[in-house]
């Protein structure tokens, strides 16, 4: 599987799951408010932020036809695209100040760039990775732009195709992206448990040969501590601090005690998870006395013979192992041997 870092933290299989807190438009058009989202997100436990870049001219059109208006059974519907966007996004004059903070805070800041112009803005900001989000997998010139700055790129992989995945993959790694990782996506806002398709990680990960994760819009924290055990190695989730607040985005986002919950909960997770491993551990090993073992159940004298009705496998587990039960039967013992005697190999003759 391809390395995968950014700045200082090694992401992939064997490694501590990377969570990462979507900031979108849950700032409400407020400086302050996103550098609380920033603080509040580090303290319930996410290892980076993501922004997204564009300004509504970058992204659309300023128009009224029907096409720019928003009908197709989602939570803006009734809206125009253009001044959705103008709604949600985020004052790239913001940006730098919001990434110096959050490294203050040793977290990693990135964003999603959504034209050429971000790619460049964000280069001068420094950023270490690049988010693709889902909806411009399709777009080469863009994916070209990204991988063109040798950055790790973590691609969403929402509506896409597996013949649609290959070719953005293609397009990434042929034009320098050497370091990709894929989130498994259901662009759907929110989404409902059962169209998430968890399933799809593993394969993801086998058909590209690169770690994967999970960006998730369901409501709740079951279906990214699902992930997990199915090989997902980042987790991103939009954070908010209020959901009642309203915003664009605020539906499908986690307030801070949940998103709290969701951190602590992976944790647990990826500790349960562990390694392949049989036999006992540090942890049960004092266990290992209830196991049941071969012991003497009726009084023995010396020279009379080990039957079934003086001999039982039964708990605790410190006479011989229950398969020499055949081996013992039918031999005369050595010495007397109490009930109660747990049998030995010295006690048979």
């Not at 195709?161 to 498994?184: D, P, T, W, Y």
């Not at 006992?280 to 266990?287: F, I, L, R, W």
């Not at 009084?299 to 039964?314: H, P």
Request: aromatic share 8%; with cysteine.
């Amino acid at each position: 599987m391809n390395e995968f870092r950014i700045a200082e933290r090694s992401i992939g299989p064997n490694n501590p799951v990377y969570i990462i807190a979507e900031l979108s438009a849950n700032h409400g058009q407020s400086f302050e408010r996103a550098a609380e989202l920033i603080r509040v997100a580090q303290r319930a436990g996410a290892d980076a932020v993501k922004l997204q870049t564009y300004t509504p001219d970058t992204i659309t059109i300023d128009c009224d036809n029907a096409y720019f208006q928003i009908k197709h059974d989602t939570i803006w519907d009734g809206q125009n695209l253009y001044r959705l966007y103008g709604e949600a996004y985020t004052p790239w004059d913001w940006q730098p100040k919001l990434k110096a903070i959050a490294n203050d805070l040793g977290m990693d800041l990135f964003s999603t760039p959504f034209d050429d112009s971000a790619v460049d803005f964000l280069e001068a900001m420094y950023v270490p990775a690049y988010k693709v989000a889902s909806f411009e997998l399709v777009d080469r010139a863009l994916l070209m732009k990204i991988a063109r700055t040798g950055k790790p790129v973590i691609m969403s992989t929402g509506m896409a195709s597996l013949a649609e995945i290959e070719e953005a993959v293609r397009v990434l790694r042929e034009n320098g992206c050497g370091q990709l990782c894929l989130l498994k996506c259901t662009s759907a806002y929110p989404s409902p448990p059962e169209s998430m398709n968890l399933a799809t990680i593993p394969h993801l990960s086998q058909a590209f040969d690169v770690p994967v994760g999970l960006s998730d819009h369901t409501l709740g924290t079951t279906v990214p501590v699902t992930a997990i055990a199915l090989g997902a190695c980042v987790i991103e989730k939009h954070f908010t601090l209020d959901r009642n607040e309203g915003g664009p985005d605020s539906a499908f986002s986690l307030e801070p005690d949940e998103f709290r919950a969701m951190v602590d909960a992976i944790r647990i997770a990826e500790k349960a998870i562990g390694r392949v491993h049989y036999g006992g551990t540090a942890d049960d090993k004092a266990n290992r006395a209830f196991r049941r073992s071969l012991f003497i159940v009726a009084d023995v004298r010396a020279g009379d013979m080990l039957t079934q009705e003086n001999v039982r496998s039964i708990r605790p587990g410190y006479g011989l192992e229950p398969k020499h039960l055949d081996s013992v039967i039918g031999r005369p013992a050595k010495t007397d041997l109490p009930r109660g005697t747990p049998l030995k190999w010295q006690h048979v003759a």
